[in-house]
């Protein structure tokens, strides 16, 4: 616990890059229903988006047991729905393509199995628990106060949601926590890495168990040498132990939050 707080002390002084702003890939070929049995998702994740996906799972002639995801994230309440209601349905969760941000957080470790290709890509680079935010354009014209508010409630439903599923919240921020003052400067010139990922080692050990690798391998980086460096690979602390509910309602106001415009 020590790192961590540590940690948090570090992160508000270096700042936080804001999510669902990658540029690693676009999202192409948008859809969202019933291919050869499975539920696909192929999108960005909106209000939207979500009532799409779970209509086609209603109107499926078959209930699928797995959903195909690629999508670049978006919005965390959500994603936060999306998987809860894939826990709910025991549905496993299949990357494609590429699954980053909020999908990363919220989507893929919802599957009871979740498959990667050789060349699925993850990437996370923060959450509600990020104690620096771009102030969303959607909540322009709130007051502080009722962003802050918005925040406080983001952060406890996520604490909720990753004890729901036995996953320890650290892994959305950790990346973020052990930053170095190098990395931070690159990033802010535009040059540095704009996400994280984990060995599957250590995604075992934040709680996120039964990865199936649907190629026997998941080496993504030997087929994209052009973006490898955009995404840093983390390696959690030796002395890491897990811990459900890290940080939970009770700390969704005394962590910091630094609203920028």
């Not at 919802?110 to 909540?139: C, E, M, Y």
């Amino acid at each position: 616990m020590r790192l961590f707080w540590y940690s948090l002390i570090y992160s508000l002084l270096v700042g936080c890059a804001s999510p669902d702003n990658t540029t690693i890939h676009e999202q192409e070929n948008e859809y969202i229903g019933i291919q050869n049995g499975q539920l696909v998702f192929n999108s960005g994740i909106t209000k939207q988006s979500k009532v799409e996906l779970f209509k086609a799972f209603q109107s499926a002639s078959v209930i699928p047991n797995r959903l195909l995801v690629s999508s670049k994230g978006g919005d965390i309440e959500q994603a936060l729905e999306i998987g809860r209601w894939i826990h709910h349905h025991k549905l496993d969760v299949e990357v494609t393509k590429f699954c980053f941000s909020s999908c990363a957080n919220y989507i893929f470790p919802a599957g009871v199995n979740k498959f990667l290709r050789k060349d699925s890509i993850l990437l996370w680079h923060g959450s509600a628990w990020q104690q620096s935010w771009r102030i969303p354009d959607t909540a322009i014209n709130m007051s502080e106060q009722d962003i802050r508010k918005l925040f406080t409630n983001l952060r406890t439903e996520e604490s909720l949601f990753f004890d729901e599923i036995g996953v320890d919240n650290l892994l959305t921020v950790y990346g973020q926590h052990i930053d170095s003052l190098i990395d931070h400067f690159w990033r802010m010139i535009g040059r540095g890495s704009i996400g994280f990922d984990y060995s599957l080692n250590d995604l075992e050990r934040l709680g996120l168990t039964n990865i199936r690798l649907i190629d026997g391998d998941w080496n993504w980086r030997d087929s994209n040498t052009d973006k490898s460096h955009l995404i840093k690979r983390v390696k959690l602390d030796d002395n890491y132990q897990f811990e459900r509910l890290r940080f939970d309602k009770n700390d969704a106001e005394s962590i910091p939050l630094i609203l920028k415009n």
